[in-house]
């Protein structure tokens, strides 16, 4: 009876599991960040190969940042304040689809290959997944969630003190060695997306989830394209 039970718990777990943790390949509730916002940069890392893998990612097949349009709502609102203050966004990534995760996690666990050391220059490459660099659940997947900084309108330079998927504490938002422009810049893009209704977490200045995100369960998997 007891194996039956611990069987029974088993199958309920992964049922459980399964169901809180979807993948779809849907993208009609998805929209292209440049047929909302029409001042935006692109940097789109995943689809070259600067980025802590060394590799063009999978997944990527055009420089095209997409987003739920819920996000895209919220983003363009971010996007007018910024602009107020003489700033537009420069962005790094958005949606990203589930199998660039898992080439990322397939990265990771090959011991051959050390990538772009630049990105992770004082830890070790499988630190990356256990200290929770890199996870294999993405909420970029969900679709809501942009990773981005801020420049002048004219294209130069806005200092950040650091720059974006560097795998250290300087790239916490409130790095204590910051110098008072850099902590003004962060600042001033964290206000901007937060008044927007997005959210920050604790270990990248750049990335942000929109708060009340419309898929909060689903990891969707079609290709940017």
Do not use: C
Request: charged share 25%; hydrophobic share 35%; net charge positive.
């Amino acid at each position: 009876m007891k194996k039956i039970f611990l069987v029974g718990l088993i199958l309920f777990s992964f049922i459980q599991t399964s169901i809180a943790s979807q993948i779809s390949y849907d993208k009609s509730d998805f929209q292209p960040v440049y047929t909302v916002i029409d001042d935006a940069v692109y940097d789109m890392r995943y689809y070259s190969s600067y980025n802590f893998t060394g590799k063009k990612i999978k997944g990527y097949k055009a420089p095209v940042a997409y987003m739920t349009k819920e996000a895209l709502k919220a983003l363009s609102v971010a996007a007018a304040d910024l602009r107020k203050q003489g700033y537009r966004l420069l962005i790094w990534d958005t949606y990203r689809p589930q199998k660039a995760v898992n080439n990322f996690v397939e990265w990771i666990h090959n011991p051959n290959d050390e990538g772009n050391k630049t990105f992770y220059p004082n830890l070790k490459k499988s630190y990356l997944l256990q200290g929770g660099y890199i996870a294999s659940k993405s909420g970029h997947s969900r679709g809501s969630t942009i990773d981005l900084t801020i420049i002048k309108q004219d294209g130069s330079f806005v200092d950040m003190g650091g720059t974006f998927d560097l795998f250290s504490e300087i790239s916490h938002p409130n790095y204590a060695k910051l110098t008072a422009e850099q902590k003004k810049n962060r600042q001033i893009l964290r206000s901007a997306m937060l008044n927007a209704g997005f959210k920050g977490i604790s270990t990248e200045w750049w990335h942000y989830t929109l708060k009340n995100e419309p898929f909060p369960d689903t990891y969707f998997d079609f290709d940017v394209e």
